[in-house]
């Protein structure tokens, strides 16, 4: 451990069955920790991927009052017009890079990687594979939003993942990120990444939560991006 990740700890593994030849990165919400998600993704586990939730570091968040809590940036205000953290937003982008690198030198190449989150951690990780070199195999942006939108296309211009597999999936019950964002981010997304390559899926009365069918939804898209090698 070195450089600034010393607040945050090893990130939550649920190591694959067999041999791991592919990987999945998840980024949890604000206030939370890997750790309800690693017992999500254990419930789907498929036998030759390893899943990585790693733990935001604490920080202060102007939402809540200045509280401080796990939170990947800060987040001044819900609304959609308001005022992002970009430095925050990039340093955060360049820390789950490193991750990914990471993996790479473990022996899992960016391609069997797939990247996801929930929430701000949805929005991260729609921002760092739309940002990055290295091409994924896919990325899971649940009830989220594309942070910093007014610089795509334009930020995605020397993206390796401009044909990337999207999953995006959002309740139609949610009061905290309503459905209009996610609508909206499904827009502009197809705009400049392959409109072919983007589901977007909702699920009636769901909150800003998850559910059975959407857990079923990841399962079959990780299978699909990240199916065995012989």
Not at 128 to 141: E, R
Not at 146 to 172: M, T, W, Y
Not at 212 to 227: A, H, N, T, V, W
Request: proline content about 9%; overall charge neutral; charged content about 15%.
């Amino acid at each position: 451990m070195c450089g600034n990740n010393m607040s945050a700890p090893l990130p939550a593994i649920v190591p694959a069955a067999r041999k791991a030849t592919a990987a999945v990165i998840f980024l949890h919400g604000l206030g939370d920790t890997g750790h309800g998600w690693a017992e999500a993704f254990a419930g789907i586990r498929t036998p030759h991927v390893k899943y990585i939730c790693p733990h935001a570091p604490i920080m202060p968040v102007t939402l809540n009052m200045n509280m401080a809590m796990p939170s990947w940036f800060d987040i001044i205000s819900l609304s959609p017009e308001a005022e992002e953290d970009e430095s925050g937003i990039k340093r955060a982008a360049e820390n789950i890079k490193a991750l990914i690198d990471q993996e790479v030198k473990n022996g899992i190449p960016s391609h069997r990687i797939v990247l996801g989150g929930f929430s701000q951690g949805g929005a991260l990780s729609l921002y760092t594979a739309l940002t990055m070199h290295q091409k994924l195999a896919g990325v899971m942006a649940l009830s989220c939003w594309l942070p910093l939108r007014s610089s795509f296309p334009q930020a995605a211009a020397s993206s390796s993942n401009k044909d990337v597999h999207i999953l995006q999936c959002h309740g139609e019950a949610d009061p905290l990120v309503p459905l209009v964002f996610g609508c909206l981010t499904v827009e502009k997304l197809k705009s400049f990444v392959d409109p072919a390559n983007v589901q977007f899926k909702t699920y009636p009365r769901m909150p800003h939560s998850s559910c059975p069918q959407e857990m079923m939804d990841i399962k079959q898209f990780i299978e699909k991006q990240l199916p065995p090698i012989n």
